[in-house]
């Protein structure tokens, strides 16, 4: 008998996860709640360059295979000793095997005032809608301090409020405005970027770029009527136009038993494996597990590969492998490591931002026909092993 496999969520993992294992003959259901999916690191350019979100968006029927089973739904719980996922509209799905893609969600009531700087703002993490919004303060500002900041330094893609410092301090530049707009990014960590590695590369380049880079600087709260921020540290900042990264944490979904969730509700999983802990057949993949490696599209991809690998009976392993880019003017770099082996260094270079964008132009075909891609993904992966490029890095 053919094989039920239940997919939750047609994000990066879950539409990977279910166009593979179609085309290798499973029974695919696909649960996602949006009829659109979102090229997520797209809010940079709508936020800070004024893109149409329409370039960053396709439906999500035209990114499935014939043959996947995609239901328009929420999911509500799942019972994983029941093998049951409850859906908003009343359905129950059974399975044989699960696949848990649900991402993260947004928490904007923890920091006080942050859901008020948020409704004011928007900001380029939330959805394409917050995104315009953003892009219209952004691109009115004509004089005062834009201030890019975090609430947690737990949320995905560790390098984007990097690439918006980037990609706005560049677009006032070409408005003329670069003098007459201080753009500042606090951060909380003790260097400009998490890893000291990676740092050392990225600091001298926001500097070119006229940055103000302000380190241990977690927002503890924000005072919208005054336009301040306050941290944890104990400090004070001033902006005009402000936009804080919110909290990210796991689904908000029941799952049975609850101890499958950690305290912030990420699933915990098998590192190695991405099995759901205690349940052999139910996996987690991408931002929803609680795997110790940046959550990215990359990570969510290759987590999926591994998963219906071990469906086919492979013992395939995920290595945690991160390919972060971090776009600058005309160029790129990427942060590189795996469970194995830490940030690699990797300098900025024009053929390395070739690259990124050969990866954005190939996203939604990597998605739709995933099998095509294996083997040019596998190459360069393999050809940019952090434990073979070592200490000299690429
Ligand atoms: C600004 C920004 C820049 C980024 N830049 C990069 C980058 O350059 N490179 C990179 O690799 N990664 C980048 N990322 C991260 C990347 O987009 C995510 O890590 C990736 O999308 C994770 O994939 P996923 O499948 O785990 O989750 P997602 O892609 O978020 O998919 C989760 C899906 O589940 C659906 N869903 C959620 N709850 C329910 C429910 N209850 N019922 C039904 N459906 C549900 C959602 O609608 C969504 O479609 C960036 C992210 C941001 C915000």
């Not at 950690?262 to 699933?267: A, K, Q, T, V």
Request: glycine share 8%.
């Amino acid at each position: 008998m053919t094989e039920k496999v239940v997919v939750l969520g047609a994000g990066t993992g879950g539409l990977v996860a279910a166009n593979l294992l179609v085309s290798h003959g499973y029974d695919v259901t696909l649960v996602e709640k949006k009829d659109y999916h979102l090229f997520q690191p797209g809010m940079l350019w709508i936020a800070f360059q004024g893109h149409d979100p329409s370039k960053y968006m396709r439906r999500v029927d035209t990114l499935v295979k014939p043959g996947v089973n995609l239901l328009k739904d929420t999911v509500e719980s799942i019972d994983l000793n029941e093998r049951t996922v409850k859906l908003e509209s009343g359905k129950t799905l059974d399975y044989d095997k699960l696949i848990i893609a649900l991402g993260v969600s947004y928490d904007y009531d923890s920091v006080p005032g942050h859901r008020q700087l948020w409704e004011t703002y928007g900001d380029y993490f939330s959805g394409p809608e917050h995104a315009q919004r953003l892009w219209k303060h952004v691109s009115s500002l004509r004089e005062g301090k834009l201030v890019l900041a975090a609430a947690d330094p737990l949320y995905k893609c560790p390098p984007a409020p990097h690439k918006a410092a980037f990609l706005s301090s560049y677009t006032l530049k070409k408005m003329g405005r670069k003098d007459k707009v201080e753009v500042i990014l606090a951060l909380p960590f003790i260097h400009a970027y998490p890893s000291e590695t990676m740092a050392k590369i990225v600091e001298p380049k926001l500097e070119e770029a006229g940055v103000t880079v302000m380190t241990m600087f977690t927002v503890e709260s924000i005072d919208v009527e005054n336009k301040k921020i306050y941290s944890m540290e104990g400090e004070e900042l001033e902006y005009d136009v402000a936009a804080v990264i919110p909290i990210n944490k796991g689904p908000q979904i029941e799952i049975t038993p609850d101890s499958v969730k950690d305290e912030d509700g990420f699933i915990k999983v098998n590192k190695y494996t991405l099995e759901v802990e205690g349940f052999d057949d139910v996996y987690a993949i991408g931002d929803c597990n609680n795997t110790p490696t940046s959550k990215t599209g990359v990570t969510a991809h290759l987590g999926a590969e591994v998963v219906v690998d071990r469906i086919l009976g492979y013992d395939a392993k995920f290595t945690g492998r991160t390919n972060c880019p971090i776009v600058a003017n005309g160029t790129a770099t990427f942060v590189i490591s795996s469970y194995e082996h830490p940030v690699i260094p990797v300098k900025f270079s024009k053929f390395k931002r070739m690259l990124e964008d050969l990866f954005i132009a190939a996203y939604w075909s990597s998605l739709r026909d995933p099998e095509k891609w294996r083997s040019v993904f596998k190459a360069y992966f393999e050809a940019t092993d952090p434990t073979k490029l070592g200490e000299s890095g690429w």
